[in-house]
């Protein structure tokens, strides 16, 4: 196992490294240029999208945008963004968290083009309910020529969205506080106990389908980062003197040139990478939830796709950071980013090691619920509706395994598939860019008219 471990780590370290940073972030920078900055210039024009979205009625066929929108955060706001964020300060010390900041402004350029395509090219399955992703993008936008790199993409899709991290961390944060607790020792049967729990709790809702997924996204999300924003401001109020200091670590160690310039450009990789692996822009994942949009405005689902990048990578992230340098030490680095952050936790607040558990616990099983759809549509893609049945039973069985596999190689798993999924998606979106900017320049030069012009073919 061992072995199998470390190849899977060489291959995803090599794959993810500066090719991954280069397609997600490279391809991410020429699309934030190419579309003039619109994840800055129209981020209110995001935000009044959003609030028109909330306050309309509930569609009969698909979820509105913003029913998808919150479904996709479930899945982002997960692990990575404690875990995540404990790695990256950990590996590449505060000034990584820079990087994440302009990797989720890069990212929320490359979401927007992910959602309008998402509309502009998706399907209409038998039932009469939207939908598509990027490998219905490639086959549509780009022809059928190019149906192999969709087929990579739902393949890697499938593997990817195997919550492979977020069943093994969680059931290692639950394993450790039942053993500090004196409830149970951490062993291997009770890792194998509480992956059979979380197959049992996902199962009841994604068997439900999307409707179900949404309507306890809508719920759960809102509640989950209000909770944990309060934690947060506890530990910044214990704090504050410390609070400028640490902002000032944060700038400073982004360009710090004390250890060279090779320094310099691991720590950028390493704040990007993990954004990232939080945000999902350019993976693909999120064009799958927003492709089953009742929203026929494909700019409109493109300005509230991008609020993703926003509010995992920038404001949870964010969050995430401040407590952790406040609280944390860092000193050593290692892949146990949880364990980091519920150590610093504990030492912050009273029961912060048990409130922190439960709040991830919560984000794991958000994610669980949205990647097990993410995984079925590629399933469908490939081999019929009926398989993605067979595949949400076989993503909820999944739970059970990977609550016990080696955390390296875990990871080393879910960086490997993500990559194999970017590299389709991001080549997509740049080969397609002219057609999303033709979209928003006649959606911003025109009165309501535009959504005749989308183009849905009959599946």
Known sequence: MTSISDTLTQVADTLCGYPLFIVLIG?????????????????????????????????????????????????????????????????????????????????????????????????????????????????????????????????????????????????????????????????????????????????????????????VATVLVPFMVTTYFIMVAYIVAANIEAVPGVFASIFSEAFSLRAGWGALAGVAIIGARRAALVNDAGVGTASIMHATSANKEPVREGLIAMLGPAIDSGFVCTLTAVALLLAGDFSQSGPQGLSLAIDAFGRAIPFGEYLLTAIVTCFALSSMFTYSFYGSRCAAYLFGERSSRWYTLAFTLSLILFAAVPLSAAVAMCDLFYALMAFPTMLSLILLRKSVRKATLQYFNRDNNYADTTREATA
């Open 27 to 215: 391809g991410g920078l020429f699309l934030f240029l190419y579309s003039g900055m619109v994840s800055v210039r129209r981020l209110p024009d995001a935000l009044a999208a959003l609030r028109q979205n909330r306050s309309g009625d509930a569609p009969q066929r698909g979820i509105s945008s913003a029913q998808a929108l919150l479904s996709v955060v479930a899945a982002t706001v997960g692990m990575g963004n404690i875990a995540g964020v404990a790695i990256a300060l950990a590996m590449g010390g505060p000034g990584a968290i820079f990087w994440m900041w302009i990797s989720a402004i890069v990212g929320m350029s490359t979401k927007y083009h992910e959602g309008v395509l998402a509309i502009l090219h998706r399907s209409t399955r038998t039932d009469g309910t939207p939908a598509g992703g990027p490998m219905h993008i490639i086959t549509s936008g780009l022809g059928r020529r190019w149906r192999p790199l969709a087929v990579i993409f739902a393949i890697a899709g499938m593997f990817g969205t195997l919550c492979i991290i977020n069943a093994n961390q969680l059931a290692e944060a639950l394993a450790t506080a039942a053993s500090s607790a004196g409830l149970a020792d951490d062993s291997h049967a009770l890792r194998l106990s509480l992956g059979i729990l979380m197959a049992l709790i996902v199962g009841s809702v994604v068997i439900g389908g999307i409707k179900r997924i949404a309507s």
